[in-house]
């Protein structure tokens, strides 16, 4: 199972360091993806810092400054200008020519396309699969022309000519096709080292790549590479085996096929490019802009409606989504990791199921009508299976799974649905598995140390369901090594586990033993979550997420929900969120919850999914992704449900308080 690394404060240096300076301009040189959430920040600090610098320069100097910063101010903004995609109008404008074309089947070549495209990329899809599309560079006069075309053969060829009623289906056909249109503005010559480079330089979903060898150029728009689940260093390899003709050439793995060897060697030049995405997000609807070729969720749809919305839909994603696409009512095994265009799923792991019978079950104590019996229903008849598949002698070898199944069934019982084991053994072997990673008072040693803190859970909600003295004192002494070995500095990481076992211990105490802990842990999260402030325009879906800065990846993806379930429940507990912090939390709760339902699959993206229903609610790993595993799903669930929880408790200590 993985686990998020630690939160890692951006490094700030002084404005006046050449080193930072020369850091500063590599960074706008090869155009970091997020690039103004590390900039906008340090542009408050560093500018007391110029200031700081400058004191003791004559007002000639500084006027000779400010005329220069001015000039090149001015320089930058044009060239901006320049390559910027088509604006909304000239892409509107584009978008009705295109939609008349591919209406009529065909292209009406006296008409003229707006001269900001510079290159164009036309999807037609039928029922939720492609049925015809073209693509046109700037090395083609008329780009929107050539990609319709193109798009439009395409999808004739695929009706049978022999059929006699082949001008009716055609006409037919073109009528229901929804249109995904991509425009382009000119392409930006970037240099690159390596293919990994191009993943961190290139913004994916947002920007397109293209490789040129002597006069040919082959290139790939956004929205093909994330339907066919490429980063952008995995499309520049495709770009340049079909310009360059040799499908050998660029190897992503070897060091001797990297970009710049290429470039040396061959001559061969890169490219970036932004684009304007206009999409029908059902047949006959009107076009819709995208950003990364999804709807951008907004703020203000963020509710209390909004959230529960959210949560049945998640929890619908859970309830019927299966491996076979057989009937719901005979559903007993979750399906593994979902990909939204192949409709293709991985094996499940045992834990994403017992995961998901959790989530399923806290869902349902915060509902009141039918939802609730389908999931109460759905999380028994998980758990069920998997304890039949220990008792039929397969036995227990992973102790998360063994803790998360033990976690489920304490709360189906809290529910009023327990589940009875197929033996009296059951149990007590499930529990063993657990158990046997904390001999001595400390922990195996083969136990990764993320799995620690799922353990600690299972048995302090062993303890609170029981009432067993000597397992409480197991799980205090479990959950205090967690603490004194990881370090404040990187507790997140065993979040949300280790915080709701201290919770759950904690009782009706008082204080909470590691509140201040918690507290920091908190605060150190949320200053990295991203606000607008931070995304800009290009990364705006981005915001609410948490930018874990010691992962292999620098953007917010999924994993930002792991802290955030612990959060959200902080916000109901008074002891560790006062009344005059709520509202604080509850604005950064919404953020969260904001870019949750971005990663959700919605209408923007059902449009591309072979099983729209299917994929709808579920959770991906990251925007640039169409995979939906069912840990994400589940634990986002899982946010939303302690959203809603403690959402109500704070309201009711308002009233309760006169608010």
Request: charged share 20%; aromatic share 4%.
């Amino acid at each position: 199972m993985s686990v998020s690394s630690s939160v890692v404060p951006f490094e700030v240096q002084s404005a006046c360091h050449t080193a930072r300076r020369g850091a500063a301009a590599a960074d706008a040189a090869r155009g970091r993806p997020f690039s103004d959430a590390t900039r906008l920040p340090r542009r408050g600090v560093a500018a007391g810092q110029r200031a700081a610098c400058c004191r003791n320069a004559t007002p000639l100097l500084m006027l000779i400054a400010l005329f220069l910063a001015a000039a090149l101010n001015g320089r930058a903004l044009a060239q901006a200008i320049a390559i910027a995609p088509p604006g909304p109008q000239e892409a509107m404008e584009a978008w009705k020519l295109v939609d008349a074309w591919v209406r009529a089947g065909k292209v009406d070549e006296a008409a003229a396309a707006p001269a900001k495209v510079a290159a164009a990329s036309v999807t037609l899809r039928l029922d939720g699969s492609v049925f015809g599309r073209g693509v046109a560079l700037e090395t083609d006069a008329r780009p929107l022309h050539t990609a319709a075309q193109a798009a439009i053969e395409e999808a004739l060829s695929r009706i049978p000519a022999t059929s006699a009623l082949r001008d009716q289906i055609r006409a037919e056909a073109l009528a229901r096709a929804t249109i995904s249109l991509e425009l382009a503005g000119p392409m930006i010559p970037v240099t690159l080292a390596t293919y990994d480079e191009a993943d961190m330089v290139i913004n994916p979903g947002l920007e397109g790549v293209a490789a040129r060898f002597g006069d040919r150029v082959a290139g790939m728009f956004p929205e093909w590479m994330l339907v066919s689940g490429l980063m952008p260093g995995d499309g520049l390899v495709a770009c340049i085996s079909k310009a360059s003709g040799d499908a050998a050439l660029a190897v992503r793995v070897d060091p001797r096929a990297q970009p710049r060897a290429l470039a040396r060697e061959h001559g061969a030049v890169f490219y970036r490019f932004r684009t304007t995405h206009l999409a029908q997000v059902e047949s006959g609807g009107t076009p819709r802009f995208l950003h990364r070729c999804d709807l951008l969720v907004q703020p203000s749809e963020i509710d209390t409606a909004a959230v529960r919305s959210m949560a049945d839909d998640m929890a619908a994603w859970l309830i019927g989504h299966d491996a076979a696409g057989v009937d719901r009512d005979d559903l007993t095994v979750l399906g593994g990791r979902y990909e939204i265009t192949t409709n293709k799923q991985a094996t499940t792991l045992v834990f994403e199921q017992a995961l998901a019978a959790l989530a399923l079950a806290e869902y349902a104590m915060v509902l009141d009508g039918p939802g609730r019996d389908a999931a109460i229903e759905r999380a028994h008849a998980l758990t069920a299976t998997l304890l039949e598949q220990a008792g039929n002698g397969s036995g227990w070898t992973d102790p998360v799974a063994a803790a998360f199944t033990r976690i489920a069934m304490v709360r189906l019982a809290a529910a009023g649905r327990p589940v009875a084991p197929p033996s009296p053994l059951t149990v007590p072997q499930m529990d063993a598995v657990a158990d046997a990673c904390w001999t001595g008072g400390e922990w195996v040693a083969k136990l990764p140390e993320a799995a620690r803190s799922i353990i600690a859970l299972s048995v302090a909600e062993r303890a609170a369901a029981s009432g067993d003295a000597q397992l409480r004192e197991r799980a205090e002494a479990m959950v205090r090594s967690i603490y004194r070995e990881t370090g404040n500095d990187r507790l997140v990481s065993h979040m949300p586990w280790v915080g709701r076992a201290e919770l759950l211990l904690a009782t009706d105490a008082q204080q909470v033993p590691a509140a201040a802990a918690l507290r920091q842990m908190r605060d150190q999260v949320w200053r990295h979550q991203v606000t607008f402030e931070d995304a800009g325009v290009d990364d705006v879906d981005l915001m609410g997420g948490i930018v874990f800065t010691a992962a292999p990846e620098p953007r917010p993806t999924w994993h930002s929900v792991r802290p955030a379930v612990f959060l959200a429940q902080a916000m109901g507990d008074p002891r560790l969120t006062d009344d005059d912090e709520v509202l604080r939390e509850v604005a950064r709760m919404t953020r969260m919850t904001r870019f949750i339902h971005q990663l959700a699959v919605g209408d923007g993206l059902a449009r591309i999914a072979r099983s729209p229903t299917r994929a709808e609610g579920g959770v991906r790993a990251a925007l640039w992704e169409l995979e939906q595993p069912p840990e994400a799903t589940a634990l986002s669930l899982m946010f939303l449900t302690e959203v809603i929880r403690s959402g109500e408790k704070a309201a009711a200590r308002a009233a309760a308080n006169g608010g």
